[in-house]
């Protein structure tokens, strides 16, 4: 059973970054595929990124490809979403989820979920 606690979140203006973390304590971390997800008030959970057991492959969803960058320190337990030239449509609450499956994007294959970060964007 794993065990997610995110960090980082903030309130900042169009344009700016934030760097969420995700420490991860219980079970195998190195052996989660991790993903961030988001979800703004009035609508679905979405897909932000994902990341294979290495951090060799991956994913992002077409709204932050480009500007945001997940990474994970096996070392540390930890995986990060990087996220640059932010805009007010990112305003949401940030979740870190692992997965005990293969490389995916959907929500329903992840076992294990944060309990969010908000991060806020003004224009």
């Known amino acids: 059973q794993a065990q997610l606690v995110e960090s980082g979140g903030g309130l900042v203006q169009a344009g700016a970054s934030l760097r969420l973390s995700c420490a991860v304590s219980?079970?195998?971390?190195?052996?989660?595929?991790m993903g961030w997800f988001r979800q703004a008030p009035g609508k679905e959970r979405e897909f932000v990124a994902t990341?294979?057991?290495?951090?060799?492959?991956?994913f992002y969803s077409e709204s932050v490809k480009g500007r945001f960058t997940i990474s994970r320190d096996n070392a540390k337990n930890t995986v990060a979403l990087q996220m640059n030239s932010l805009k007010p449509e990112d305003t949401a609450v940030y979740y870190c989820?692992?997965?005990?499956?293969?490389?995916?994007?959907?929500?329903?294959?992840?076992?294990?979920w944060g309990q969010g970060t908000q991060v806020t964007v003004s224009s």
């Open positions: 219980g079970g195998t971390f190195s052996r989660y595929v």
């Open positions: 989820a692992a997965s005990r499956a293969s490389v995916t994007i959907r929500a329903q294959d992840f076992n294990y």
């Open positions: 990341i294979s057991w290495s951090g060799g492959a991956t």
